[in-house]
């Protein structure tokens, strides 16, 4: 199938209507795009010429004592063929088509060897003949069909660095999935010029997001369309290609899978923040780039003994731990720190954890000398007890005359 691609429009609405258009397909090859084809109309004719120049060449030729007109037909058999085996490839990935190549070729090489074999035995003409055509389809079906199946296993950049040169000079897509566009990360980063390029976002995503706007669930519409509103904010960057891939994949009932074949057809990179889908496609050879793990890479490196100061939020689980967060998120977890629920102080890191989820740190908080931890008290301050003014400071009575003296 060709690849087409659309624009992302302004509502959900608009985007299911402009996807039934017909639009020029595009090639990734780095920041320009080159389009293969003007449009379908012109891969219908060339189409249409090459199938009229097979019709042609068996009405003239006729071969195999046919007549004209059956030799036309025939003909016209062949370029439909050509069109369906077309079609076929253009799903197929680079490395499944080298690999069909190279087994096909040495499969053509094992069958002429073995017809030279057969050609010094005593087996008659005819009967040779018969087994040469016959070894030669054999091998070479058989190494079309294994060199295909087995071509994912093929490393590019090892073969003589010329796929490998070509991979690299070359700017990959990055094909964006559903969670990574409501997360709504992915616009930051490409507005700091971490991501540029290609980016493809597939018709099935779009789809599924276009649903999560439409649903009945307050929540889940506020994060579909905010995930709408993140793609057009990203197809407003001058350094981005936000493209739309009508390619879809029937036979391929989960989300994340139509992902990973998507990735494989275009030699595509994914993005995600999705774990299961970043294991499920590192196993199968595919790059892929998480924002969980941009995120947790670009936190500030804490070792142990370093002092840092922290607003204590909210009970630990432990008996008097404290938990507060810093400005990323990262969760602290203070020993002594539940005295200091709600004030601002310094604490000692023990420890650094690294789980799947981020990083956590673990501290201590000493409030014994609270002039070295800084503690900063609540804004309402304790009341004052009021002291007695000195005698020195004592402002003089007045004197009241006696009235039992006069």
């Known amino acids: 199938m060709p690849r087409s691609y659309a624009r992302v429009g302004q509502s959900p609405e608009v985007q299911a209507s402009e996807f039934g258009r017909s639009k020029p397909t595009a090639e990734f090859s780095g920041s320009r795009r080159e389009v293969r084809f003007g449009s379908w109309w012109d891969q219908l004719v060339v189409r249409?010429?090459?199938?009229?120049?097979?019709?042609?060449?068996?009405?003239?030729?006729?071969p195999f004592a046919l007549s004209r007109p059956a030799a036309a037909i025939v003909g016209l058999l062949f370029s439909i063929s050509v069109f369906l085996f077309e079609i076929r490839l253009q799903r197929a990935s680079l490395r499944r088509l080298i690999g069909a190549a190279f087994g096909s070729i040495l499969g053509i090489v094992g069958a002429y060897l073995m017809g030279l074999v057969m050609s010094w035995t005593t087996i008659p003409e005819d009967s040779r003949s018969f087994l040469d055509i016959s070894v030669l389809l054999v091998m070479t079906y058989i190494g079309l069909v294994l060199g295909a199946r087995k071509g994912d296993m093929l490393n590019l950049q090892a073969l003589g660095g010329l796929f490998g040169n070509e991979k690299g000079n070359r700017r990959q897509p990055?094909?964006?999935?559903?969670?990574?566009?409501?997360?709504?990360?992915?616009?930051?980063?490409?507005?700091?010029?971490?991501?540029?390029?290609?980016?493809?976002?597939?018709?099935?995503?779009l789809r599924e997001l276009q649903l999560v706007a439409d649903s009945?669930?307050?929540?889940?519409?506020?994060?579909?369309?905010?995930?709408?509103?993140?793609?057009?904010?990203?197809?407003?960057?001058?350094?981005?290609?936000?493209?739309?891939?009508?390619?879809?994949?029937?036979?391929?009932?989960?989300?994340?899978?139509?992902?990973?074949?998507?990735?494989k057809r275009y030699d595509a990179k994914i993005v995600t923040n999705d774990y299961n889908l970043n294991k499920v496609a590192t196993l199968q050879g595919l790059d892929v780039l998480n924002v969980n793990q941009l995120a947790n890479a670009l936190k500030p490196v804490v070792l142990?003994?370093?002092?840092?100061?922290?607003?204590?939020?909210?009970?630990?689980?432990?008996?008097?731990?404290?938990?507060?967060?810093?400005?990323?998120?990262?969760?602290?977890?203070?020993?002594?720190?539940?005295?200091?629920?709600?004030?601002?102080?310094?604490?000692?890191?023990?420890s650094v954890h690294q789980t799947t989820a981020g990083k956590m740190i673990f501290g201590r908080y000493d409030d014994r000398d609270a002039s070295r931890n800084h503690v900063t008290q609540p804004v309402e301050a304790a009341a004052r007890p009021i002291e007695a003014p000195s005698p020195a400071e004592r402002l003089p009575r007045t004197v009241i005359p006696d009235p039992s003296q006069s």
């Open 174 to 205: 990055k094909i964006l999935d559903t969670s990574v566009i409501i997360d709504g990360r992915i616009a930051d980063i490409c507005e700091a010029y971490f991501l540029e390029g290609v980016l493809v976002v597939p018709q099935f995503v």
């Open 304 to 350: 142990p003994g370093e002092a840092m100061r922290v607003f204590v939020l909210r009970e630990g689980k432990e008996y008097n731990q404290g938990v507060a967060y810093l400005d990323d998120g990262t969760m602290v977890v203070i020993d002594g720190g539940r005295r200091a629920i709600n004030k601002t102080v310094d604490i000692i890191v023990t």
């Open 216 to 263: 009945p669930d307050s929540l889940k519409r506020q994060r579909g369309r905010r995930g709408l509103e993140v793609l057009q904010r990203m197809q407003k960057m001058p350094h981005l290609e936000v493209e739309v891939a009508e390619d879809d994949f029937p036979q391929v009932a989960e989300v994340d899978m139509k992902l990973i074949e998507l990735a």
């Open 48 to 62: 249409g010429v090459f199938a009229v120049a097979c019709v042609a060449a068996g009405y003239h030729f006729h």
